[in-house]
């Protein structure tokens, strides 16, 4: 599978979410327990899936609606920030700093839950750059 990036640099493709419906409804209610356990979210099942940022607007995952980089990125045709010549932006930044705490959950979960739940939205920032750097 081709690896799929959000407007702001996290790995959609491996986030629990995408194509979840795909996946199954086991895998689904799996990934509502960890994430209601590990970020406090209350989301029904049969809603964690997502088509990522890219994927039709219908088929992208409630959190991800309201998200402003990834808006933008649709009203100008890009794929991700790293296309846009606009370097400071505060509707990334804000895309951002919404995962930036993510990676000190490493040290309280097993290695399997963080892989599995919380790595995808790690790096975010560094992917987008090296994204930018390749594109540009």
């Known amino acids: 599978m081709a690896k799929e990036m959000s407007a702001c640099g996290v790995l959609c493709s491996s986030c629990p979410a995408f194509h979840g419906k795909a996946k199954g409804i086991e895998h689904q209610k799996q990934t509502a327990a960890a994430w209601k356990r590990i970020f406090k979210l209350n989301?029904?099942?049969e809603t964690l899936t997502c088509g990522g940022c890219q994927g039709p607007e219908k088929e992208l995952l409630r959190y991800c609606r309201t998200c402003k980089a990834q808006q933008c990125c649709r009203e100008k045709g890009l794929h991700s920030c790293a296309e846009c010549p606009v370097k400071a932006c505060a509707r990334l930044e804000k895309a951002q700093a919404v995962?930036?705490?993510?990676p000190k959950l490493e040290k309280k979960l097993s290695r399997a839950d963080f892989v599995k739940y919380v790595k995808p939205y790690c790096g975010h920032r560094?992917?987008?750059?090296?994204?930018?750097r390749a594109h540009s």
């Open 126 to 132: 560094e992917r987008l750059e090296q994204a930018r």
């Open 43 to 45: 989301a029904k099942a």
């Open 99 to 102: 995962w930036d705490g993510v």
